[in-house]
């Protein structure tokens, strides 16, 4: 199946700081998004970017399909923006349902 | 509107007994997933309903596991003789298919405990 790596797994930074979280996949995907697990285990959606670029407010992604990454970037990090980013994919011709890395845990210090 | 949700939150069970997890999509959603989350294994799919065709079962760990939706709509997802390693955080979550897009909502997830 679809291999999917997420690094750095860990990253802590002083409030403030910009930091960027990559995805790396194996494989052509149809759905690519990224997630913020709050700490009480709720994912929240950030964005479905199966390729392209958005941005949220302080927080942008950009997927290069054809080279089988995506990028999540922080701005002005917040201490609310601790906690686990997941990047979760599908690959094409599937029926969508999502794989997903093993995580990069944030811890955002005042 | 509402966005997914799964009762209960938590499940306390003995070793052996049979349990059930409940999902309620966002309205209108068609596609239906459920997935687990534990401490080894990390997030897991485990099956997946669209519509009216049969669901994708690929991902059950074993065929202590077994689900259902009624109705197009709610989905129950049932263990039965748990044991100990099925303790987990098991995740609902549901999508439209309008568009070509799947984007995926997650409900808050039931906490199972196995004893």
């Known amino acids: 199946g679809i291999q999917v790596e997420q690094s750095p797994p860990d990253l802590i930074l002083q409030e403030g700081a910009n930091s960027t979280l990559r995805c790396n996949f194996s494989d052509s995907v149809n759905n690519l998004q990224w997630f913020h697990q709050n700490p009480w285990g709720q994912l929240i959606n950030l964005f479905y970017?199966?390729?392209g670029t958005k941005q949220n407010g302080r927080l942008s992604a950009t997927t290069v399909a054809t080279e089988r990454y995506s990028l999540l970037y922080i701005s002005s990090s917040q201490t609310t923006d601790s906690g686990v980013y997941f990047c979760?994919?599908?690959?094409?011709?599937?029926?969508?349902?999502?794989?997903f890395g093993s995580g990069t845990q944030l811890t955002v210090l005042p | 509107g509402a966005g997914v949700s799964q009762s209960p939150s938590n499940k306390v069970t003995e070793k052996g007994k049979d349990v059930e997890l409940r999902c309620d999509p966002i309205s209108g959603h068609t596609a239906l997933y459920w997935y687990r989350q534990s401490l080894g294994q990390g997030l897991e799919f485990l099956i997946y309903?669209?519509?009216?065709?049969?669901?994708?079962k690929s991902g059950l760990p074993s065929d202590r596991f077994s689900a259902e939706r009624t109705g197009g709509s709610v989905s129950t997802l049932t263990i039965q003789r748990t044991q100990q390693e099925d303790s987990a955080v098991y995740l609902c979550?549901?999508?439209?298919?309008?568009?070509?897009?799947?984007?995926?909502?997650f409900g808050p997830g039931t906490r199972l405990t196995v004893t």
């Open positions: 979760a994919v599908s690959p094409s011709g599937s029926a969508r349902q999502l794989t």
């Open positions: 979550a549901s999508s439209s298919v309008a568009g070509g897009a799947y984007e995926q909502y």
């Open positions: 970017i199966p390729s």
């Open positions: 309903f669209q519509g009216n065709s049969a669901p994708d």
